[in-house]
């Protein structure tokens, strides 16, 4: 069974074209990440269907957060003042507060499906898809040089 989701994971990611089909794309990460995590951390069906809703709470609430802090990230710090400088590396901490808030939220939730060791799992798989992902992003950048 393992073999089969790592071999779905690598077919998922290596479809798609850069632009064209982006949304795609994205959907077939989704599904890999998902496939990954659940074999990495060697969810039962049951906590499956109970894990999945919750995580794709998290993960939403986690980009909103994100993203609300990014659309102000891309002012030139040259051009700022120190009162403003000041204002962003307020709201810096703060989001990290809010993130970390989150995160032991959902942690919390997590625990009543899952044990705290796939939940440590779950916090490695995370890393190590990422990790997949941002190599074989490098591999296919090398392959178009």
Partial sequence: MRKYLIL?????????????????????????KIAYITDKIELTADQAQKFWP???????????????????????VDEMSEQEAKARMDEMFDTKEKELALEKEYAARYQRIISTKQLIKLYRAERDFTKLLLKRLDASRAANR
Avoid: H, T, W
């Fill in 54 to 76: 919750v995580y794709n709470e998290y993960e939403a609430k986690r980009r909103a957060l994100m993203k609300d802090y990014r659309s102000g990230y891309r002012k030139d």
């Fill in 8 to 32: 779905l994971l690598f077919c998922v990611i290596g479809m798609g074209s850069p632009s064209a089909f982006a949304q795609e794309r994205n959907e077939n990460v989704e599904a890999a």
